[in-house]
């Protein structure tokens, strides 16, 4: 028995050259898989602050991570706020960089690229002027915390109280003028401080399904306020749920058209007459008595 036996060169010839093939897109997948697919993992993940591996979230959509039960971390002590250290240092330049740095500017001269389109414009953090809430340790702890209402300053309390203090000695490093030590204001925040609690967390999809279920247990809310209702199984969940709109017609009105799409309600609504939405409170009344 040869291998001549089993084909002609021709044969063989074009076994070789479909195994080639096959080979080639074998290497692609490999390569897709090393290369593109941590990428993608990596992409959408949540910040979760400087030293947290990129790429590692072990799952393509985020918003199905696992569910995981709350915790309670470890306490943090503000006190920390009270002096600079390298390490402090270099993980508020880091986390700066990434956060901060697009309205504040990489020196925190206020010179990010965002900063040319912002009324009121960010701080300046080199120089002593126009602080609003002071620029001691525990000033800017609390700045960070809470944001400036009615600027672009929003409040990062979703970093770690660490890292807001990291962020806030990183800053002061920024300006050459004296900062207040701040002893006692320092004390008095860490004592009332307590470390957040970290809260359970379950796939979006879980979450969805159960939302679900809750609204399959609401009674269909069938001609009950119509005109102002356009999604009619939404508007059962939110009325079955809030309570704002019980308190009488001209409370229905308010709460309704003040989240209306949100509410299922329609953003025409806010057309209608007292005397419609008299009519419309009396029908979810009843409705809800018969619920
Ligand atoms: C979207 C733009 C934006 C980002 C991002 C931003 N800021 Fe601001 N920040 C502002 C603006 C605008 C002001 C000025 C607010 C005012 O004058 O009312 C401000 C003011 C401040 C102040 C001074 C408040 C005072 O007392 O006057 C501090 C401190 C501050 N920011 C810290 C930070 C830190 C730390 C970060 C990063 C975690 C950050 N900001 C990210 C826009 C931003």
């Given at each position: 028995?040869?291998?001549?036996?089993?084909?002609?060169?021709?044969?063989?010839?074009?076994?070789a050259?479909?195994?080639?093939?096959?080979?080639?897109?074998?290497?692609?997948?490999?390569?897709?898989?090393?290369?593109?697919?941590?990428?993608?993992?990596?992409?959408?993940?949540?910040?979760?602050?400087?030293?947290?591996?990129?790429?590692?979230?072990?799952?393509?959509?985020?918003?199905?991570?696992?569910?995981?039960?709350g915790?309670?971390?470890?306490?943090?002590?503000?006190?920390?706020?009270?002096?600079?250290?390298p390490?402090?240092?270099?993980?508020?330049?880091?986390?700066?960089?990434?956060?901060?740095?697009?309205c504040?500017?990489?020196?925190?001269?206020?010179?990010?690229?965002?900063?040319?389109?912002?009324?009121?414009?960010?701080r300046?953090f080199?120089?002593?002027?126009?602080?609003?809430?002071?620029?001691?340790?525990?000033?800017?702890f609390?700045?960070?915390?809470?944001?400036?209402?009615?600027?672009?300053?929003?409040?990062?309390?979703?970093?770690p109280?660490?890292?807001?203090?990291?962020?806030a000695?990183?800053?002061?490093?920024?300006?050459?003028?004296?900062?207040?030590?701040?002893?006692?204001?320092?004390?008095?925040l860490?004592?009332?401080?307590?470390?957040?609690?970290?809260?359970n967390?379950?796939?979006?999809?879980?979450?969805?399904?159960?939302l679900?279920?809750e609204?399959?247990?609401?009674?269909?809310?069938?001609?009950?306020?119509?005109?102002?209702?356009?999604?009619?199984?939404?508007?059962?969940?939110?009325?079955?749920?809030?309570?704002?709109?019980?308190?009488?017609?001209?409370?229905l009105?308010?709460?309704?058209?003040?989240?209306?799409?949100?509410?299922?309600?329609?953003?025409?609504?806010?057309?209608?007459?007292?005397?419609?939405?008299?009519?419309?409170?009396?029908?979810?009344?009843?409705?809800?008595?018969?619920?």
């Amino acid at each position: 028995m040869r291998w001549s036996d089993y084909g002609t060169p021709e044969d063989y010839r074009r076994m070789a050259g479909a195994l080639a093939v096959v080979l080639i897109a074998l290497a692609g997948l490999a390569v897709f898989d090393i290369i593109v697919i941590p990428g993608l993992r990596g992409g959408a993940a949540p910040y979760r602050g400087p030293d947290a591996p990129l790429g590692k979230t072990g799952w393509l959509d985020v918003s199905e991570q696992p569910a995981t039960r709350g915790y309670m971390p470890a306490p943090v002590d503000l006190r920390a706020l009270e002096r600079s250290t390298p390490r402090l240092l270099e993980r508020g330049r880091t986390i700066f960089a990434r956060v901060c740095a697009p309205c504040h500017g990489p020196q925190g001269r206020a010179d990010g690229p965002a900063a040319s389109s912002l009324r009121p414009p960010p701080r300046d953090f080199t120089r002593p002027t126009g602080w609003k809430n002071g620029y001691g340790p525990a000033d800017i702890f609390q700045t960070i915390s809470r944001g400036v209402p009615g600027s672009a300053m929003a409040s990062f309390d979703y970093l770690p109280a660490e890292d807001r203090i990291a962020l806030a000695r990183f800053e002061m490093s920024l300006g050459k003028f004296p900062h207040p030590a701040q002893k006692a204001k320092i004390e008095k925040l860490a004592e009332g401080f307590k470390s957040e609690r970290v809260p359970n967390k379950i796939p979006v999809s879980l979450a969805m399904e159960k939302l679900e279920q809750e609204a399959s247990k609401i009674p269909d809310l069938g001609e009950a306020g119509a005109p102002a209702v356009l999604d009619r199984p939404r508007a059962a969940l939110w009325l079955s749920r809030s309570t704002a709109w019980r308190a009488g017609p001209r409370a229905l009105a308010e709460a309704a058209c003040l989240q209306a799409q949100d509410n299922g309600f329609s953003t025409s609504a806010a057309a209608l007459s007292a005397g419609d939405w008299r009519r419309i409170y009396g029908e979810f009344m009843a409705w809800r008595r018969e619920s």
